[in-house]
C-alpha cells in the first residue's frame, strides 16, 4: 500500500510541476496499450504543441513547458476511438474500440504549423518539412510574413529583423547557415515589438530550440556551391549533457567564400561637366573560422547558468577590380585602365555569462540577467592604379578600426495570470576608435584619427493584460538616456559630441474571434548611425566618385502606426510611419576636387505606407504561399528639389510540393517593381529558386539552385544635388548548393539572452 501511495504522488507530481503531462493509456478492460499516440493541444483552435508514445506498460510523459491553461489531451490508437481529455487528468485514459472495423484506408492531412497573436505568428517546427531543410537561414526564408527575394531575412513591411535563439541576440547572422532546423522547437515572428527589445528594433525573429538530452550529441555539416566561382564551408558542433544539468559545447566552422561582378557606374554632375563612365569585372575572396566554447547548468524546474565565449576571425578578405574608365571633364575625354585591389582582415571576441531563475510559491516570477564583454578590431588597406597611356597614378589609402563594448542586462517577468509584467534595465558603454591615411602620387601623405566614446542607460516596462480569449492589450515603455562623445586627432570636439533623452511609449490592442484577429498597434524607435557613418575616413569608389562619413548626423526617431488583420492563413499589414531625421547616402559634386563625394545626411521630414498580404493555402501535396509588399513615400530632397514618390512593389511565391520518397521539393520567385527606395530608384528584377531536401536517417541532404534563370539584376539610379549615379551589378546570384548534414541525438543551445544589442549592430 505504501509503495502505491509514492507512484500515486509521484504521478500527481508529473502532472503539475514544470509543465509535465503524465499517465498512462489503457483499454476496456484496463490492460495496457503500447504505442498509443498522445498529443498535447491548444484547446482553442486545436494547435499541436507536444506529443509521444506510450510504452510497453502503457504510460507516457510530454513536457509542454507551460502551464496546463488552455491544453487538452487527446489520445488515438488504430482501431480505437479518438479521446480527449482535460487536464490535469484525474485518472487512466481509457480507450474504447470502434463499433464499425474499416478496410484499408488512406488517409490525408495538413498540420497547422501556424499560429497567430497578438504581437505577430508562431511557426512550430515539429514534423513541419521545413526542418528538414538544410539551415535554420533556409527553414525561415520560406515561412509566412518573411522576404528573402534580396537574398537575406526581412519581415514583410517590417524591413530587417533582430534576431535571438533562446533570446540571445544573434550578433553574427552567418550561425543561421550553420544551424539545423531539426533542433529548432519553433519560430516567432514579431512583428509588433514591445518595449523590452532595442529602440531600433522594428521587428524581431525568436528561435526556440528543442531541450538536448543526456549524453553526447552533435551535428557535422558541410556544403559547397558553384557560382562564377567556387566557395565552401564545414560545420562541427558538439555537447555533452550530464544527468545533474551539467553540460558543456563546443563549435568550429571554417568557410572560404567568393564571388564575381559584372559592374558599371554611369556618373553625371556639375551640369554636365563632368561624366564618367567605369565598367569592368569585380571579384571577392574571403576566409573566415568561427568557434564557440561554453557551458550552463541547469538546476531546479527552470533554472540556468551559464558562460559562452566566441571568437571570430577572417584572415584574409580580398577584393579585386580591373576596370576601363571613360571620362569627361570640362569637354576633355581621358580613356583609363584601373586595378583596384584591398585586403582587409578582423578578428572580434565576444564574452557573455547569463543568469536565469523562476521564482514564487506558483514559479510565476522569472529573473534573468545578461552581461557581454565585446573586442574587436578590423582594417583594410587600397592600392589603386591608374593608367593614361604611359603615366600611372597610384592611390593608396588605409583604415583601420578598434572597438569596446561592456554592456548589462536585466530583466523581470511575473506572470498573474490575465496580466503579465516585464520590467527591466540595460546599460552599455561603447568606444570606437578609427585610423585613415592616405597618399596620391607626389602627394604628402594625409590623415586622421577619429575616438567615439558614448555611454547609453535604458529601462522599459510592458504590461500585457488578456481579460478573456478575446482581447489582449499591450502597453509599454522605454526610456533612454545617451552621452555622445566625439574626438578628432585627440581632441574634443563640442559641437559633434551630444546627449540624447529619449521617451518611446508602445501600444497594442488586439481581438481575436474565430478564424479572425484585428490588432492595432502604435510605437516609437530611435536609429542611432553606425560608427562608420560618423567617421571622417575616405575611401576610393571610381575615378571620380569617393565616399565618407558624417560625425554631424543625428539619430532618427520614427513613429508608426499599424494594422494587422488574420483570417485563417491569410495576414494582413498595413502601417503608416511618421519619417524624422531620417539617414541616407547622397551625392554632392565638389568642383574644385571635381569629384562626386557620397556621404550620409538626415532627409526631411517624410511619409511612408507600406501594405503587406500572406496567404498560404494547402492543396492536397501543393502548399503554395502568396506574398506582397507595396511602400510609397512621398520624400521631397535636394537642390534643386526632386520628389521620391513612385511605388515599390515586391511580389513572391513559394511552393512546396510532398514527392514520393520522402522528398520535398520547393519552388520560389520573386519579383521587384520599378520605385523609389529613400533617394534610390531601383529598376524592376525578378529571380526563380528551387530546393531539393531528403533525409536518410541520421543524414539530410538538400540541393539548392538560387536565380537559375539568371535574371536577378541589382540596378538603381541616384540623382540628387545635381549629381546622377547609375549602379548596374550582374552575376554572384546564379549559384548551386549541396549542403550534406549529420545528426546524432539532440543537442543543446545557450539560453543566454545577450546585451547591448542595437550597440553591437552599429559596429
Not at 490492460?31 to 498509443?36: D, G, L, N
Not at 528594433?201 to 551535428?219: C, D, P
Request: with cysteine; aromatic share 10%.
Amino acid at each position: 500500500m505504501f509503495f502505491l501511495i509514492l507512484l500515486v504522488a509521484r504521478a500527481a507530481c508529473a502532472q503539475t510541476s514544470g509543465g509535465m503531462v503524465a499517465g498512462n493509456v489503457v483499454d476496456e478492460q484496463g490492460k495496457p496499450m503500447e504505442y498509443a499516440t498522445v498529443a498535447v493541444l491548444d484547446a482553442a483552435d486545436s494547435t499541436y504543441v507536444a506529443g509521444g508514445l506510450t510504452d510497453a506498460e502503457g504510460r507516457f510523459s510530454v513536457n509542454v513547458g507551460r502551464t496546463f491553461d488552455g491544453l487538452m489531451l487527446r489520445v488515438t490508437s488504430m482501431g480505437y476511438a479518438e479521446k480527449y481529455e482535460a487536464l490535469p487528468l484525474s485518472g487512466p485514459v481509457r480507450m474504447r474500440q470502434k463499433s464499425t472495423a474499416l478496410g484499408e484506408v488512406t488517409v490525408t492531412g495538413a498540420r497547422k504549423y501556424v499560429k497567430t497573436n497578438a504581437t505577430g505568428l508562431t511557426v512550430s517546427m515539429e514534423g513541419n518539412p521545413l526542418a528538414k531543410l538544410g539551415s535554420a537561414a533556409d527553414a525561415i526564408r520560406m515561412m509566412p510574413m518573411i522576404d528573402a527575394s534580396g537574398g537575406g531575412i526581412s519581415v514583410l513591411g517590417k524591413g530587417a529583423p533582430e534576431i535571438y535563439v533562446n533570446n540571445r541576440k544573434l550578433r553574427d547572422r552567418s550561425e543561421l547557415n550553420r544551424m539545423s532546423p531539426e533542433d529548432i522547437k519553433s519560430v516567432d515572428i514579431i512583428t509588433t515589438p514591445t518595449a523590452k527589445y532595442g529602440s531600433s528594433v522594428t521587428s524581431v525573429i525568436i528561435i526556440h530550440t528543442k531541450k538536448r538530452n543526456e549524453g553526447l550529441a552533435g551535428i557535422i555539416s558541410g556544403g559547397g556551391s558553384q557560382a562564377e566561382v567556387a566557395s565552401g564551408w564545414a560545420n562541427a558542433d558538439f555537447s555533452y549533457m550530464l544527468a545533474n544539468g551539467l553540460g558543456f559545447y563546443v563549435n568550429g566552422n571554417v568557410s572560404n567564400d567568393g564571388y564575381k561582378q559584372d559592374r558599371e557606374y554611369t556618373e553625371d554632375s556639375g551640369g554636365g561637366i563632368l561624366h564618367t563612365q567605369t565598367a569592368g569585372v569585380y571579384k571577392g575572396r574571403s576566409t573566415s573560422v568561427n568557434a564557440t566554447a561554453g557551458g550552463s547548468y541547469d538546476f531546479g524546474e527552470s533554472n540556468s547558468v551559464g558562460v559562452r565565449y566566441e571568437y571570430s576571425r577572417t584572415p584574409k578578405d580580398n577584393y579585386h577590380a580591373l576596370s576601363d574608365i571613360l571620362t569627361r571633364v570640362d569637354g576633355e575625354e581621358s580613356a583609363i585602365s584601373s586595378t583596384n585591389n584591398v585586403d582587409g582582415q578582423s578578428t572580434r571576441h565576444y564574452l557573455n555569462a547569463y543568469f536565469a531563475m523562476k521564482l514564487g510559491a506558483k514559479k510565476n516570477y522569472e529573473l534573468t540577467a545578461d552581461a557581454d564583454y565585446m573586442y574587436g578590431t578590423n582594417g583594410d588597406n587600397q592600392l589603386t592604379e591608374e593608367r593614361v597611356q604611359t603615366e600611372t597614378d597610384m592611390i593608396r589609402t588605409s583604415n583601420k578600426a578598434a572597438y569596446h563594448l561592456i554592456a548589462t542586462k536585466a530583466n523581470l517577468s511575473m506572470d498573474f495570470g490575465k496580466v503579465s509584467i516585464d520590467l527591466g534595465g540595460e546599460y552599455s558603454h561603447t568606444t570606437n576608435r578609427t585610423g585613415f591615411a592616405s597618399a596620391v602620387t607626389d602627394a604628402a601623405v594625409t590623415g586622421a584619427e577619429d575616438y567615439v566614446r558614448q555611454d547609453l542607460a535604458g529601462g522599459y516596462v510592458d504590461l500585457v493584460y488578456s481579460p478573456n480569449k478575446h482581447w489582449t492589450f499591450i502597453g509599454g515603455l522605454r526610456f533612454e538616456a545617451t552621452s555622445f562623445d566625439y574626438f578628432k586627432d585627440g581632441s574634443f570636439v563640442g559641437n559633434q559630441s551630444k546627449s540624447y533623452t529619449d521617451w518611446l511609449p508602445k501600444a497594442v490592442v488586439s481581438y481575436a474571434g474565430g478564424d479572425w484577429r484585428v490588432t492595432l498597434s502604435y510605437g516609437s524607435n530611435v536609429y542611432r548611425p553606425s560608427y562608420s557613418m560618423l567617421n571622417n575616413n575616405y575611401t576610393y569608389v571610381t575615378h571620380t566618385s569617393w565616399e565618407t562619413g558624417n560625425p554631424l548626423l543625428l539619430p532618427s526617431t520614427p513613429k508608426t502606426l499599424s494594422l494587422g488583420l488574420t483570417w485563417k492563413q491569410t495576414m494582413l499589414s498595413a502601417s503608416y510611419i511618421r519619417r524624422r531625421h531620417g539617414v541616407e547616402y547622397v551625392y554632392t559634386y565638389l568642383p574644385d576636387e571635381r569629384i562626386n563625394l557620397r556621404s550620409p545626411v538626415n532627409l526631411p521630414s517624410s511619409d511612408l505606407f507600406t501594405v503587406s498580404l500572406s496567404h498560404s493555402m494547402d492543396i492536397g501535396f501543393w502548399h503554395p504561399m502568396l506574398q506582397g509588399t507595396v511602400s510609397i513615400s512621398n520624400l521631397s530632397y535636394g537642390s534643386p528639389r526632386q520628389d521620391y514618390d513612385k511605388p515599390l512593389f515586391v511580389v513572391g511565391m513559394q511552393n512546396r510540393f510532398d514527392l514520393p520518397w520522402g522528398v520535398y521539393a520547393y519552388l520560389t520567385g520573386s519579383w521587384m517593381s520599378k520605385g523609389h527606395n529613400n533617394t534610390y530608384y531601383f529598376d524592376d528584377s525578378a529571380s526563380v529558386s528551387v530546393i531539393l531536401s531528403k533525409r536518410f536517417g541520421n543524414w539530410s541532404v538538400n540541393l539548392y539552385g538560387n536565380d537559375v534563370l539568371g535574371t536577378w539584376r541589382q540596378k538603381h539610379t541616384s540623382a540628387m544635388n545635381g549629381v546622377s549615379v547609375l549602379e548596374y551589378r550582374k552575376g554572384a546570384s546564379r549559384q548551386v548548393m549541396l549542403t550534406v548534414r549529420y545528426t546524432f541525438k539532440n543537442k543543446k543551445t545557450y539560453k543566454g539572452k545577450g546585451t547591448g544589442s542595437s550597440e553591437i549592430q552599429r559596429f
